[in-house]
Structures are given as structure tokens and as C-alpha cells.
């Protein structure tokens, strides 16, 4: 439908529901038109056209609108063009349903110069009583001008209607020498601004917000007691209406299925219809019985229209309490202003931007509290009367000003967005405390939460996961991804609190099993409650038990039974004993409690509030098991590493464009897709997300013979300087097999990132340009593809007159070329995908062991195929693991002793801190912590020999799994490294 500016008036009544279920109109579509619900507020002087589908006394529309005593009303029907034997009636009924005999006013469908007798709410019902299709309503109004009379009280009442310019003046009686002013222009929903013409006896141009009853108050100003001769202050009012005729016409251009029809009934299912609900009744017995601004914008729908600006009122406040008697329906979300809606901003001052449809769905879903409001009451506790700080005052002081904060229900767009908006509360990160407070919360810096879940794209909005209508979640498409606990696809309700990521494989609640992820924030929340009330017993000495339905939440356990009984959930009895500690673990309880669907919105983020809730009260009151507890993920999806968190306090806020190919997703897809980095910084992210790896709109789903087809990278390259030549650049590239074939290798999706960025030829290339100011170069974190592909990469430092070991190609043995993709046990998924693990950890099972039997530890005891004994230990059947180390821990005694003898300067490795090798200045051949690794002390003695061992040190250690990877390529890098230093390679054997 099309609105300009209307302003709903009257609640439709809920008794009609069922009447006009029928209603599906179909005009011709135009901008803003919504399924229409077969009801409309309108004024009358409008014009109206809709259509009849249904079959006869099947469907009503039905026209709400305020009328003024006085009112002289008409209305003509006509039945449109290509209308099948339509036949319409037209009757006026008060809000309370009681129709209002139209007389000879009306004839046929025609109403002539009727007069309304009272003021109040009413509406027009049109059925069609035989045949279908389209029709006109014009309706044309007069409404009174001029309301005159006496008051002898102070106070003039009138009825108006709204967007209409008051006039008004007041007179003394005759004879009197009293001098009367205005003072006030009040109606139900509050006062409206006289501005400067408040205390004159002339109104002029008042605009009157609201179809209301209106009342003006005036002081006599008489001097003396003398009121004259006449009756009484005579008042006169004078009112023009300003609002033009609006046109209304009704399509469907934004249902998203089906008929208006079926859009209506999925509504009439949903809590956004449900007119018994607390949720619209709450303050139907106030005084006056309305729901106040601070309510109206999510309980009722003239409130939502208001805040977003819809009913002509500024956007993004609610002007005026709401008329009680309202629920959410159609004229809420289909409106100009609410599909213009692209960007919401949540209780903590953040703005989520760029968004669809689902904007509509976050204005009200966002909860009312926040990180930001939780902090402020705990530092006002703080603070005396007289504004300074009280001593002594700590977590747990028991303050007067601290009371429970409620987050409120259903904020599922504050879970879904994570740290984004600070919905949670989210504990301060002590280590980063010197770090600038956020720009906008004015929050110290927090520990790393989980940002906006990123589902698969078709299914990362609210109204795609959700009817948009019922609000019920779509869990036919859910089952196309997802499995409940016996590996069916997920049918119902419990069996979506079965799904369980495979990137996520922690037991975070340390039950002891990996379970779906609601059952994991179930056990969470479980030991939260426990842990609160360890904590309130322990520390505070009063007992503390929780209701989720009864206000504030949260009460004194009399009996200490643990639950909440009948006799204390009343609000008398509500928890007083409240610390800085205690309110935001309750907190964060709430905010997991009152959003039921948190497990899919961002179950990961929940999980991270809860835990630090525990583990805050862990230290001050032991809690139980807390060390089975697990917070974070691992790899790819752990959002606390610092592969994904090194940006979070940058000046932008952002990921710069020569990290983010392998430190966000869009930076990564946009790699795999173009072949070359991002040019332009990207968002900080979470970790990685399904569609990174795996091509968009790739089959998810539950049969296990079905592999999620993955992206297709054509061409990786290992790390090259910007001065290479198309030949080393051609040298260092690896090209794909064709897609589809046998021959494509999908580990040049890992290749991507995991091919370091510092070699041979970009440390070549960096000492003809620095031969003599020489800083250390480092290779990147998990260089693994890079060490697999041994002298084709060079990720090493290759020295001169050397022979490197080829690519390691598993059961094949050193490959003898590289110019084909990888055998398939040699690819990446063969050992780091087993069994569809996205954890990527390798796991021992029946498969390796058909080869590898001597793992009987695990992957790091393989040792199969080798004889010689490389480190000269005597021991040739150690693992592979401790040979290498053996190699890695000479090379450092001799590193140290080059810096010291031939440098003249002690070096030490830390391998937490870059650069990583730091000046030992006091001799003990380690970093000292905190005081060696410092910015201020890097070593920076070094010449070529020095630079290229050091990295060669790093690669040993900043790839863990390189004695697999590439056993004889690594161990001659760090022999080599040894033997140019002139260091000891006695008993050393070199592959």
C-alpha cells in the first residue's frame, strides 16, 4: 500500500481478525505497497481502492479513522472496470462494533451529508455481497471550524484531529478587569508546545499532533477579585485543517510468498498478533492507559511507525505514548519508512549499516541494556555525593546503587552481532588496558568476543532463517545442512538444539561431551546460576535464587532450597545485595536466558560471556570443575587468536590489505577469487566461515557421501620480492589440475595462506638493497604448504652449491617433479581433514595405522621409513619429531655463540613477541619477561650469515608440523644453517 505520512489513529480491534482473514488485495503494484491485511487507519476525505477475491460476506475491509462531533461525512462507492459481478455494501460501526444507523444518509452505496453526533473512534466496513474485483471509496468531510464557549474553571476542552492549525483566543468577562492568558495545551498523549506564544491571550498556528481530545488552560490575571458582569471566560477556537487527501492503493510487491491471504493467517500464528500477550496489555490499567514513548516503539504499532518516522514525526524517537489495544501487524513493517530502514543503531551507541529487510526485525530485537549501560551503573556506585571516588571500592562492594539490569527478551540481533554492538556484558582485557577506550561506548578495551555469526549467505539474515510473518524458523531448510543427535536431518525444535558446527569441538560446559551447541550453553548457564549463587552465599552472605518469568529476575533465597518458591518471587523480595561482580554475571545469565534461539544467533559469543561470567566469580569464590570449562575454539575458527584479533585496536578498526588474504574472509575470498590481495583494508573478522573455503551455495547437507564442493583455485604461488623476474615468479607458481578432474588438488585452497612470506628470493632480494643495515626478516606463521614443496618454494634459506629435497608427496616418497598437483595422500584434506574434522588437527586412526603402526602416541611419534640416525643420539627409532628438535636446538646454541663471538652482541628467541630475537642483556641466553622483549630491545646485529640461519630458526619454529611436512628439507635447511655459522655438525647426518 501506499502511505504518505498517514498516521494511524485507531487500533483495529481484534474481534475483526478473523473477518478479514480473507483479504488478499492485489492492485497494481506501486513503491512502498505491502499484503495488504484487508484493514487500513485512514481520515476520512480519502480515497480508497482495493479488491474483493474472496466469495461473498467472505471478506471485509474494513477503514478506521477518528471522527469529530460535528463532522459532516459523504461517500461514494464504485465498482471498477473488468469486475465480475461485483456487488458492494457499505456500513459505519463504533469502535465498540455497535453499527451507527447511516438513515436516509444513505443510499445504495452512497452516503449523503451524514453527521457524526459524538466524537470518537470509528470505522467504515465494505463486503462485497456477490461477485469479485476491484472498486473506488471516495469519502469527502467537513469538519467543525469554530468551538466556542465559557469556562469559569481555567480550562477549555475541544476535540480535534490531528496535523490541524489551532487558533484560539480568551476573554474576560464583561465588566471585569481580569486579563486572561494561556498557559497550556494538554491531551491524553502529553502537552503540546505553546513555545513563545505561552502567557498571551492569542493563539496563532498551533499544529496539533494527534486525533484527540485537547484542553487549554488560562489563568484569569485579575488584579482584584472583580470578574465582572458576564457568564464567564470566553474561550473561541478556530481550526483548519493543513493534512491533504491521501490516495490509498492495495498490492502485495513485498510478500515474500504467497497471497496476502497467506501472509495474514502466518501472521495470525506469530506473538506479533497474539492481543492477549503481556507484551500489548501491560499497560492497559495505567493512568492514563497508554504505552509510554519509552515502551511504544516495539509494543505497539502507531509507537514502531513513530520512532521510524512513518506517521510524519521526526525518525528515531517516539514523540507520543501509543494507544493501548495495538499489536505489531502489517502497517509496523510495510511502510516507506521502513523499507527505506538500512541501518540500526543498538543501546550501546553502535550502528550496524548495510542492512536489508531485516532492518525492521533489529529495531525492536536489540534488548535495551548493554556493556556500556552495565559499566556506567557500577562506576556511579563508585562515586559519592559529592562526585569523587569512594575509596576502597571494589568488585565486590556492596552498593545501595547497583540493581539488577535487565538486557529484556528476544534480543536476538544483540546476539546475533556479537561484540559489533556489546549487547553482552563483555569483560574489560586487563593486558590492553593502555589501549584507547572504543570511540563510541568510551569502553577500556575488552577481552575477544565473537563478532556477527556468519552463516552460509542464503541463510544469514533474520527473515531468511525466519517467516517473515509467523516468525517461525524454517526448519525445512535447516534440515537440508543440518542433523539432529542421531544423524537424521533435523526435523523439529530439539532437534536444531542437536546441531553442532564442524569447526566447533570443544566440550565447553566440560560435561564431558561434545554435544549441540544449545546443550553446551545449557550447561553453561547451568553452572553460571551455580557459580552466582556460591558467590552470593559465600561472598555476600545472603542467598540469591532466579525466576525467568516474575520481575526483577533475580531473588533472596529464604528458604535455600536453590529454587525460586511460590512465597519469594514477589517483588518485595527482590535480591538487594548487589555488587559490581554479581550484576554482571546476572547479566549475562539474563542476556543467554532471554534469547532461546542464541545457540544458532551466535552461540559462540554466549559462550564466551558465560564462561568469563564463571570465571570471574571463580576468583573470588572457588567454583566447582571450573578447569573442565572451554571458552574458545581452536585454529580457523578461534576468534580470540591473535591471527584474527592484531587489528582490533589499528586506528580504522580494520584489517590491513597485505594481511587480510589469510586474516579475514572477504580478504580471503577475494583472493581465491582474482588471484592477486585485496588493494583496500577489510573488516575484522571472527576466523574463518564456511564459505571460505567452500563455494557458495555448496550442498551442506547431511548425506554423508556428499562432499560440500569447495572453491577452485587455479594458481598458487610461495613467497616471491616485487623485483622478481616472470621467471622466478613462474618457478615459485604451482598450477592447478583442471576443476572437476582427478587432477584437481584442493590444497592449493591452504596454499593461499599457508605458504609463509619470506623465502630465498625475497631475502635475496632484500640484501642487495640492505647489505650492510640488516633487519630480520620474518617467514609468517604455519608455512606449511611452502615446506611441503621443499626446493620448489625455497621458504628456506637454501644456501649455494646446496641440494634441497622436492616436495614431499606422502606414500609416494620425495616427488621427482612438482608440475603436477600433489598425490592424493600428499594433499592437505588426506591427513588434516579426516573424517570431515574441521578442527584440522591430525588425528591417528585406523587409516594411518595400516602404515604407521609405530604411532602408538599419536602423530608425533611417527617415525616409518627412516633409518638413518640424524642427530647421532644412537637412537634411530626415536620420532621424526624429537630428530628434528635435536637439529633446531644445536642451530640455537649456535646462533647464540656466532652473535656473541662474531657479532659481538648476545642474542636470545622469544617466540611470543616480534621480532622475535631480542638482545640477551643479561648474558643468561633467554628472554627475560617482560623486560628483554621489548620494542626497544630488537637485536639488530646482524649480517648475512646471522640473517639467514635466524630465519631459518623461525621456520622450524613457526612451523610445528615441518619434521612431517618435510622431514629432509628441514633438516637440511637447519644443518646447513649450523654449518655456515661454523658451528659443531659432528654426529649430525645431513639427508
Not at 459481478?85 to 465498540?96: A, D
Not at 590492553?432 to 541463510?459: C, E, I, N, W
Not at 635475496?764 to 606449511?784: K, R
Not at 631459518?952 to 618435510?966: D, F, R, S, T, V
Request: hydrophobic share 35%.
Amino acid at each position: 500500500m501506499t502511505d504518505w505520512n498517514a498516521r494511524s489513529r485507531a487500533p483495529i480491534l481484534q474481534s475483526l481478525a478473523a473477518a478479514v482473514l480473507g483479504a488478499a488485495l492485489l492492485g497494481a503494484p506501486r513503491l512502498g505497497e505491502a499484503a495488504w491485511d484487508g484493514r487500513q487507519a485512514v481520515r476520512l476525505g480519502d480515497q480508497m481502492r482495493a479488491e474483493f477475491r474472496a466469495d461473498p460476506l467472505a471478506e471485509e475491509h474494513v477503514y478506521s479513522f477518528f471522527a469529530v462531533e460535528g463532522t459532516v461525512f459523504s461517500a461514494r462507492m464504485a465498482v471498477l472496470p473488468g469486475a465480475d459481478g461485483l456487488v458492494t455494501e457499505i456500513r459505519l460501526f463504533t469502535s465498540n462494533d455497535v453499527e451507527v444507523p447511516l438513515g436516509a444518509a444513505l443510499s445504495g452505496n452512497r452516503v449523503r451529508g451524514f453527521v457524526f453526533g459524538e466524537t470518537g473512534d470509528y470505522y467504515l466496513r465494505v463486503r462485497s455481497t456477490s461477485g469479485t474485483g476491484e472498486y473506488n471509496l471516495s469519502t469527502k468531510a467537513r469538519f467543525p471550524r469554530v468551538v466556542a464557549g465559557s469556562s469559569d474553571d481555567g480550562s477549555f476542552g475541544f476535540d480535534s484531529l490531528s496535523d490541524v492549525l489551532m487558533s484560539a483566543r480568551v476573554r474576560a468577562p464583561r465588566g471585569s478587569d481580569a486579563a486572561p492568558v494561556f498557559t497550556g495545551l494538554d491531551f491524553q498523549g502529553g502537552a503540546v508546545d505553546l513555545g513563545a506564544q505561552n502567557g498571551t491571550a492569542k493563539l496563532v498556528g498551533i499544529l496539533l499532533p494527534e486525533d484527540a481530545a485537547y484542553t487549554l488552560s488560562f489563568t484569569s490575571g485579575a488584579p482584584s477579585a472583580d470578574r465582572g458582569e458576564g457568564p464567564g471566560f470566553g474561550v473561541r477556537v478556530t481550526l483548519r485543517n493543513v493534512r491533504p487527501a491521501r490516495s490509498w492503493s492495495f498490492g502485495h510487491t513485498e510478500a515474500t510468498s504467497g497471497t496476502a491471504t497467506e501472509n495474514r493467517a502466518k501472521w495470525l500464528t506469530s506473538a506479533h498478533a497474539d492481543h492477549t500477550a503481556a507484551a500489548f496489555n501491560n499497560w492497559n490499567t495505567t493512568d492514563p492507559p497508554a504505552v509510554p514513548t519509552t515502551c511504544a516503539k516495539c509494543h505497539s504499532t502507531p509507537g514502531y511507525r513513530d520512532f521510524l518516522g512513518a506517521d510524519g514525526s521526526a525518525a528515531g524517537v517516539v514523540n507520543s505514548p501509543a494507544p493501548i489495544g495495538t499489536v505489531v501487524d502489517c502497517d509496523a513493517c510495510h511502510n516507506d519508512a521502513a523499507a527505506a530502514l538500512t541501518s540500526v543503531t543498538f543501546p550501546s551507541g553502535k550502528t550496524v549499516s548495510g542492512l536489508g529487510k531485516e532492518a525492521r526485525c533489529m529495531v525492536c530485537h536489540q534488548g535495551r541494556e548493554s556493556s556500556v549501560s552495565v559499566e556506567s551503573k557500577i562506576a556511579n556506585a563508585a562515586i559519592d555525593a559529592m562526585g569523587q571516588p569512594i575509596p576502597g571500592f571494589g568488585p565486590d562492594t556492596v552498593s545501595s546503587k547497583i540493581n539488577f539490569t535487565n538486557i529484556h527478551y528476544f534480543a536476538a540481533a544483540a546476539s546475533l552481532y556479537g561484540r559489533d554492538v556489546d549487547g553482552g556484558y563483555e569483560y574489560a582485557d586487563p593486558t590492553v588496558s593502555s589501549q584507547t577506550p572504543d570511540p563510541v561506548t568510551g569502553l577500556t578495551p575488552r577481552q575477544p568476543y565473537d563478532r556477527k555469526f556468519a552463516h552460509v549467505s542464503s541463510m544469514d539474515s533474520c527473515i531468511e532463517c525466519h517467516d517473515p510473518h509467523s516468525q517461525q524458523v524454517r526448519i525445512d531448510l535447516c534440515a537440508t545442512c543440518h542433523v539432529d543427535a542421531q544423524g537424521n536431518p533435523v526435523a523439529d525444535i530439539d532437534g536444531l538444539h542437536d546441531i553442532r558446527m564442524q569447526a566447533t569441538l570443544a566440550d565447553f560446559d566440560g560435561d564431558g561431551t561434545r554435544e549441540g551447541t544449545w546443550h553446551e550453553l545449557k550447561g553453561l548457564q547451568d553452572k553460571l546460576l551455580a557459580a552466582i549463587q556460591i558467590y552470593a552465599d559465600q561472598v555476600l552472605g545472603q542467598k540469591i535464587t532466579y525466576d525467568p518469568h516474575s520481575y526483577p529476575y533475580f531473588f533472596k533465597d529464604t528458604d535455600g532450597n536453590g529454587v525460586a518458591n511460590g512465597g519469594e518471587i514477589t517483588r518485595t523480595n527482590g535480591y538487594s545485595t548487589w555488587t559490581g561482580r554479581l550484576l554482571r554475571a546476572c547479566y549475562n545469565y539474563q542476556f543467554a536466558e532471554k534469547d532461546p534461539g542464541g545457540f544458532a544467533h551466535n552461540g559462540k559469543y554466549l559462550i564466551q560471556l558465560l564462561y568469563d561470567s564463571i570465571a570471574d566469580i571463580n576468583s573470588a569464590a572457588a567454583v566447582p570443575d571450573f578447569a573442565n570449562l572451554v571458552r574458545n575454539d581452536t585454529g580457523h575458527f578461534d576468534s580470540s587468536a591473535h591471527a584474527y584479533r592484531n587489528w582490533d585496536y589499528d586506528a580504522d578498526n580494520l584489517v590491513n590489505e597485505t594481511c587480510a588474504r589469510c586474516h579475514t574472509p572477504d580478504g580471503f575470498l577475494f583472493r581465491v577469487t582474482y588471484n592477486v590481495d585485496p588493494t583496500i583494508p577489510q573488516d575484522l573478522s571472527s576466523g574463518m566461515v564456511c564459505e571460505s573455503c567452500h563455494e557458495e551455495g555448496a550442498d551442506f547437507g547431511p548425506n554423508a557421501s556428499v562432499r560440500a564442493a569447495r572453491r577452485y583455485v587455479g594458481k598458487a604461488a610461495f613467497p616471491y620480492p616485487t623485483t622478481a623476474t616472470s621467471t622466478q615468479i613462474n618457478a615459485v607458481t604451482v598450477t592447478n589440475g583442471a576443476k572437476g578432474t582427478v587432477a584437481e588438488d584442493d590444497s592449493l585452497l591452504c596454499l593461499t595462506c599457508h605458504v609463509g612470506r619470506a623465502s630465498k628470493l625475497t631475502i635475496d632480494a632484500y640484501l642487495a638493497t640492505n647489505p650492510t643495515t640488516i633487519s630480520f626478516q620474518n617467514v609468517h606463521y604455519l608455512p606449511a604448504g611452502a615446506v611441503q614443496y621443499g626446493n620448489r618454494a625455497a621458504v628456506g634459506y637454501q644456501y649455494a652449491g646446496k641440494t634441497y629435497a622436492g616436495r614431499w608427496d606422502h606414500a609416494n616418497g620425495l616427488a621427482t617433479s612438482t608440475t603436477t598437483p600433489a598425490a592424493v595422500p600428499a594433499r592437505c584434506s588426506y591427513c588434516h581433514l579426516q573424517e570431515g574434522d574441521h578442527s584440522f588437527e591430525v588425528h591417528v586412526g585406523t587409516e594411518c595405522q595400516g602404515c604407521h603402526f609405530e604411532a602408538t602416541a599419536g602423530a608425533s611419534s611417527f617415525r616409518k621409513g627412516r633409518t638413518a640416525d640424524y642427530d647421532g643420539d644412537g637412537n634411530a627409532l626415536e620420532p621424526l619429531k624429537d630428530e628434528v628438535s635435536a637439529f633446531a636446538a644445536r642451530l640455537y646454541t649456535t646462533i647464540q655463540n656466532y652473535a656473541f663471538t662474531v657479532r659481538g652482541t648476545r642474542i636470545a628467541y622469544y617466540s611470543e613477541s616480534h621480532p622475535y630475537w631480542f638482545r640477551d642483556t643479561n648474558g643468561n641466553g633467554s628472554v627475560d619477561v617482560p623486560a628483554e622483549n621489548t620494542s626497544s630491545n630488537p637485536y639488530k646485529a646482524y649480517d648475512a650469515k646471522l640473517l639467514y640461519a635466524t630465519h631459518n630458526y623461525q621456520l622450524y619454529k613457526k612451523e610445528p608440523g615441518a619434521w612431517a611436512h618435510n622431514t629432509h628439507y628441514v633438516l637440511q635447511i637447519l644443518y646447513d644453517s649450523i654449518q655456515d655459522l661454523g658451528g659443531d655438525v659432528t654426529g649430525l647426518t645431513r639427508p
